[in-house]
């Protein structure tokens, strides 16, 4: 240990830096040791100098960790590297991207308050909406997500929150942000954006009028499909009530995850840019192909919302789908008939993924929820990797030859 440490002065000076720059050292404390990497503190409890210091960190009136459930150096690490890039004045991590979106209904809504959900959501997010909030007194309606005047026509007295996933899984549809914020805003809601299929390098909703951003760390900024975690981003007012659920209810981030998160990060622009490559190529490609009636990706001049996202996004993200016909049992031929796609619902991986939507993601969904989002049989979708795009096209080939 050095013996002639001042703290601050191992650290980096981030004064001023760009957002490449802090992805890679914000946020990072070093601690008398020294460490170039960030230090993963593997600790449930904190220890203090006396009974009187314990009672201060506990009460509030003095800063510092007390338990891991809600507070960890190495997850406070990473909580305030993604805020940064997000823009945000503070994130709170969660235990997984589900746990993020339920802590903030649980923490921000209460019951006999209204919440407008885009119909083009995760089939988990609305099941969690249907299943579980919904006894518990919260009014939800869903909205298809790129029509603002619908949106306009659901609000009630009562709204407290728009929630939305853009782009939407699958089917790569957008909401138009800033028209949602202020739709939002007029009647004294919220807009809530889960932005994990872009990250904060490919959009940041808060810029654009957002009021909260959740992510799905899971997913691109692991970029290696090892670890489950999710986020929200938000002022520190909104975190403060956040905090609180964490610290009562315990969905927290693991910070062994929060420090593969911070591996993630550092590298996620140059991933981002590499995946959203190789996808536009492909989604060109399959556009061309007989047997693929339709390519949903926004990158496509195609796309009925192309121009939104090239005003509102800086790449057009990894994930695409397409639809075949003959229904499930084309798809399902297509997909079996890969060799280098894995065959899993997950996304944001290294390694490309494919999926049959209907029966896996929105599966638990009823035929006519799926139909009001979009989910056909015959639709299946990719999440682009970073393999040689050559090797993945040859792939899909031989997916098309199956059918």
């Known amino acids: ?29 070093r601690s008398p040791e020294g460490e170039h990497n960030e230090a993963l503190y593997l600790t449930s409890s904190y220890v203090f100098g006396s009974a009187a210091e314990a009672a201060a960190t506990f009460s509030g009136e003095r800063s510092g960790n007390v338990y891991s459930r809600y507070t960890n150096p190495t997850v406070r690490n990473f909580e305030e590297r993604l805020a940064a890039l997000e823009g945000a004045e ?18 921000l809504c209460k019951g006999g308050d209204h919440v407008l959900v885009s119909q083009s959501v995760f089939g988990s997010t609305i099941s969690l909406f249907d299943k579980y909030l919904k006894p518990f007194g919260l009014e939800v309606d869903y909205v298809p997500l790129a ?12 709204t407290r929150m728009l929630f939305v996933e853009s782009p939407s899984n699958p089917l790569s549809e957008l909401a138009d942000i800033p028209a949602l914020a202020e739709v939002a805003h007029a009647q004294g809601a919220m807009l809530v954006v889960d932005n994990c299929f872009c990250t904060p390098i490919l959009q940041q909703p808060l810029q654009l009028g957002a009021d909260i951003v959740i992510h799905s760390a899971t997913k691109f900024i692991d970029g290696q499909g090892r670890c489950l975690g999710g986020a929200v981003c938000g002022n520190a007012e909104q975190m403060k009530e ?20 911070l591996k993630g990060l550092e590298t996620l622009r140059l991933r981002m840019q590499a995946h959203c490559a190789s996808a536009h190529s492909l989604a060109l ?3 061309e192909q007989q047997g693929v009636s339709r390519v ?22 990894a994930v695409l789908s397409f639809e075949v016909d003959g229904g499930k049992e084309a798809a399902w031929r297509f997909i079996d008939a890969t060799r280098i796609f894995s065959i899993t619902a997950n996304l944001g991986d290294a390694k490309s993924t494919i999926t049959h939507p209907a029966t896996t993601t929105h599966g638990r969904l009823s035929p ?36």
């Open 90 to 107: 503070q994130a709170v991590a969660t235990a997984s991207g589900m746990s993020a979106i339920l802590a903030t209904m649980m923490s």
């Open 296 to 317: 949903h990706y926004s990158g496509l001049p195609s796309h009925p919302q192309h121009e939104l996202a090239k005003a509102q996004m800086s790449g057009f993200g």
């Open 242 to 261: 956040l905090v609180g659920f964490l610290r009562t209810c315990g969905p927290t981030m693991s910070p062994f995850n929060a420090w593969v998160f």
């Open 1 to 29: 240990m050095s013996e002639q440490w001042t703290p601050g002065y191992l650290d980096s000076d981030l004064d001023g830096v760009h957002a490449d720059t802090f992805a890679v050292r914000g946020g990072q404390r």
């Open 147 to 158: 029509d603002v005047d619908a949106w306009r026509a659901a609000i009630k007295p009562n």
């Open 368 to 403: 006519e929820a799926r139909a009001a989002a979009g989910i056909g049989d015959g639709l299946i979708r990719l999440a682009i990797g970073l393999e040689d795009v050559r090797d993945l096209q040859a792939d899909l080939a031989s997916g098309l030859a199956a059918l």
């Open 285 to 287: 490609w399959l556009s």
